[in-house]
């Protein structure tokens, strides 16, 4: 599309375009992303899975309200330093819970605890500043989400990107760790790239 950064660019190009973009987003369409979140996300669950949320930063969408759908059965990622490593990892978590800033400086669950592991989830939903067609998602460079799901065992969880349509791009620049998603959602609801078998589809 015209105006948007080439396949020559480099990443942080695309992200420096694509924060400004999101930043331009109007409220209206926000509260459209949202309604169907609300609409679509919990039909997607089984009773006995958790749902894999997000605390969101600066611009992006805010479906915090899906605590209300889903009462007691969220769980948000949480960047923990295990010995000399950090990992990406789910814990378990409530609306009324406190928060505290992860190793990476963003609010999670506190006190920390047990990570999840990929089996109570039945759903992903992973914040992007773009996406393509593809599935592959533009973030913020960290890697974390692309190390989590390289895991078969996470790969095998679906997970979705959340992000306005007006981000979505037929292609990005991608290197060779990224792990494309299996959809995404946007205000105009929900896509699948393949047909996912889980209770409720």
């Given at each position: 599309m015209a105006g948007e950064p080439g396949l020559d660019d480099p990443k942080p190009v695309w992200r420096r375009h694509f924060r400004q973009r999101r930043a331009d987003q109007p409220e209206a369409q926000q509260e459209r992303l949202l309604?169907?979140?609300?609409?679509?996300?919990?039909?997607?669950?089984?009773?006995?899975?958790?749902?894999?949320?997000y605390w969101p930063l600066a611009g992006e969408p805010d479906l915090r309200e899906?605590?209300?759908?889903?009462?007691?059965?969220?769980?948000?990622?949480?960047?923990?330093?295990?010995?000399?490593?950090?990992?990406?990892?789910?814990?378990?978590?409530?609306?009324?819970?406190?928060?505290?800033?992860?190793?990476?400086?963003?609010?999670?669950?506190?006190?920390?605890?047990?990570?999840?592991?990929?089996?109570?989830?039945?759903?992903?939903?992973?914040p992007a500043l773009a996406f393509d067609r593809?599935?592959?998602?533009?973030?913020?460079?960290?890697?974390?989400?692309?190390?989590?799901?390289?895991?078969?065992?996470?790969?095998?969880?679906?997970?979705?990107?959340?992000?306005?349509?007006?981000?979505?791009?037929?292609q990005l620049p991608v290197d060779p760790w990224d792990v494309p998603f299996d959809g995404w959602l946007s205000e105009a609801g929900i896509e699948w790239l393949q047909p996912v078998e889980r209770s409720g589809l």
């Open positions: 309604e169907q979140a609300l609409s679509g996300v919990p039909p997607l669950l089984r009773p006995d899975q958790r749902l894999g949320l899906l605590a209300r759908a889903l009462p007691g059965r969220l769980a948000l990622p949480a960047i923990r330093a295990l010995a000399e490593n950090r990992r990406l990892g789910y814990e378990v978590w409530k609306s009324a819970d406190p928060l505290r800033l992860d190793a990476a400086g963003v609010p999670a669950p506190a006190p920390a605890g047990r990570p999840l592991p990929a089996t109570a989830l039945g759903l992903l939903l992973v593809r599935g592959f998602r533009l973030g913020y460079g960290g890697g974390w989400f692309d190390r989590l799901r390289a895991d078969p065992s996470w790969r095998a969880v679906p997970a979705l990107i959340v992000a306005p349509a007006t981000c979505a791009v037929e």
